[in-house]
């Protein structure tokens, strides 16, 4: 690939980005001169005017400009052709660093040209320095500000000034005998919770939002690409109503007067709580989504759960699962660090688990574990005796493995799982 085609690609990549999630526009360095496609840069043009105008930048608000303006970008067909390209939202930073270091190394072409053109009949020393000088002013457009160490030292110090003396220093995981270990959901974390089908994975992520958002400020949200958004909110109802969750296939039928009272009750408990659920399914979506809550929200701590994995589409899919799966759980670390609030994720275990005598898991035994393994910063895995013996005495005793904690202790801690509710309750010694 030529550099002129390398150009053009991560122009189009950065403003895919920018119609994916117009708010990247807030840290968008770049300038119509850096582009070097005509129709790009007319396209960027207009997105420039379009956020100094206050428009949402969008898809429909191009088709309203008219068929003259949009020939001058290329039309409908560039739009939905960027659209499609993008490999992953989260790196708008480098799509734009690489176009930023294009137009400089180009800058500095055209002035080492003009330098020898102007030298092949002269030799002054002004034509040199002024060609040097012309260059190392380029030194600030190649060099990224960054803050100095004492300023670092002075945000930590600032950071640990404003933790609560009371409370967490993380976000409410409902649990109180698992913010002991780990403090609460901490801002910047990735979090795997993995399980074999049917152990619980889900009902502790949702009974963590439930519990998590009746005691803090807390707003939750959950992208659901395995279970419809109706049967979540089933599921919700079951735990706050404490009713059997089958019976609300058909609640009419089924249920008694006290659960009529008791679900009744739990709708308007649910109805207070401060909880999305939606069904995007790419990073970039999710990532979209999530900055808009944020930013209508700001007065709130905010988590986001991811239900699951495998699940997650990748933009452009390489047919290499493996890698496609480390580019999924890259940008969604990214995007945790990068929006500063603790991503969830739930993953499924191979069935490698099912042979051994001990079952309970380890990190080998996540799907396309290699990467989940490096880059999560903590990972819960769930066993329950009684999902391989039905028999056993310790009836929904769950154990809660937390087997990676990057920046805390690991270890179990124990929850009681009602399968009929849904509810995960802690243990009361």
């Known amino acids: 690939m030529d550099k002129y085609t390398f150009q053009y690609e991560n122009e189009c990549f950065a403003l895919a980005c920018l119609l994916h999630d117009s708010s990247l526009m807030e840290e968008c360095l ?3 001169k850096h582009f070097l496609d005509s129709h790009n840069k007319r396209l960027f043009q207009l997105m420039k005017q379009m956020q100094s105008e206050g428009e949402r930048i969008s898809v429909i608000s191009f088709t309203k400009l008219g068929v003259s303006e949009m020939a001058r970008f290329g039309g409908m067909n560039h739009i939905s052709e960027i659209m499609n390209s993008v490999p992953s939202l989260s790196a708008f930073n480098s799509y734009q660093q690489s176009i930023l270091d294009f137009h400089t190394i ?3 072409n055209q002035l080492a040209s003009d330098f020898l053109e102007r030298t092949k009949e002269r030799h002054l020393l002004k034509d040199l320095y002024s060609f040097l000088d012309a260059t190392t002013n380029l030194e600030s457009v190649i060099t990224q500000k960054s803050a100095t160490f004492q300023e670092l030292l002075h945000e ?25 270990r780990i403090d609460g959901w901490q801002n910047g974390d990735l979090i795997i919770v993995a399980a074999r089908p049917s152990m619980g994975k889900t009902a502790l992520v949702l009974n963590s939002f439930l519990n998590g958002c009746m005691k803090d400020e807390l707003f939750a949200t959950l992208f659901s690409i395995d279970m419809s958004i109706g049967s979540v909110i089933d599921r919700f109802l079951a735990m706050e109503a404490n009713v059997n969750l089958k019976k609300l296939r058909n609640p009419t039928k089924s249920f008694t007067r006290e659960e009529w009272s008791r679900y009744t009750k739990a709708m308007g408990t649910l109805a207070s709580l401060s909880i999305d659920i939606r069904d995007e399914y790419t ?5 979209a989504a999530t900055k808009r809550n944020i930013r209508e929200h700001p007065e709130k701590k905010h988590v986001v759960a991811i239900d699951f994995l495998t ?7 390489s047919g290499n699962l493996h890698r496609d799966v480390t580019d999924i759980i890259q940008d969604l670390k990214r995007m945790a660090k990068d929006l500063n ?5 739930i993953a499924q275990l191979n069935r490698g688990v099912e042979q051994r005598q001990d079952k309970r898991p380890t990190m080998s035994d996540i799907r396309e574990s290699g990467s989940i393994e490096q880059i999560a910063d903590l990972i819960l895995f769930l066993y329950r005796e009684e999902y391989y013996h039905p028999k056993s005495k310790k009836g929904g005793m769950t154990e809660l493995l937390i087997a990676k904690n990057r920046n805390g202790p690991t270890g179990t801690v124990t929850l009681n799982f009602s399968k009929e509710t849904n509810i995960f309750r802690e243990n009361i010694s």
């Open 283 to 287: 990073v970039q979506t999710i990532r």
């Open 30 to 32: 770049l300038q119509p």
């Open 311 to 317: 699940l997650l589409k990748h933009p452009n899919p």
């Open 106 to 108: 180009q800058h500095v």
């Open 156 to 180: 930590r110090y600032k950071y640990h000034r404003e933790t609560p003396m009371h409370g967490l220093s993380g976000v409410h995981t409902g649990f109180l005998c698992l913010n002991e």
């Open 341 to 345: 609030i603790p991503v969830i994720v």
